[in-house]
């Protein structure tokens, strides 16, 4: 199984979408905009992929979202790292 996970800067869960592992991000991608109710979240502006969902452009700009992709999948998982630390941090610090 395979998932696709959309969250926040924050590291916030917004949408995800599971599926069989044979099907390419491209289109677990596409599933997973399709679902995606942008009402509840206003202040979304740009989605940050990486190279393998290149081909999502039409579904972005059709939900009114600008494409970014990420070259370097390292950052990326730098990035995801930190965002789940600041959360784990916060959640330590208000449970104390």
């Known amino acids: 199984m395979q998932r696709q996970i959309v969250t926040d800067t ?3 869960l917004l949408r995800v979408h599971v599926h069989p592992a044979n099907v390419h991000d491209r289109w677990g991608g596409k599933a997973l905009l399709e679902g995606l109710e942008l009402r509840h979240w206003p202040r979304v502006r740009k989605v940050y992929v990486n190279f393998g969902y290149r081909g ?3 579904e972005a700009e059709g939900l009114g979202l600008e494409l970014e992709y ?3 999948p390292e950052v990326t998982e730098a990035w995801m790292y930190l965002g789940m630390i600041r959360l ?3 959640r330590l610090a208000s449970a104390a």
Do not use: N, P, S, T
């Open 10 to 12: 924050g590291g916030r």
């Open 56 to 58: 999502l452009r039409r």
């Open 70 to 72: 990420e070259y370097h």
């Open 88 to 90: 784990l941090v916060k």
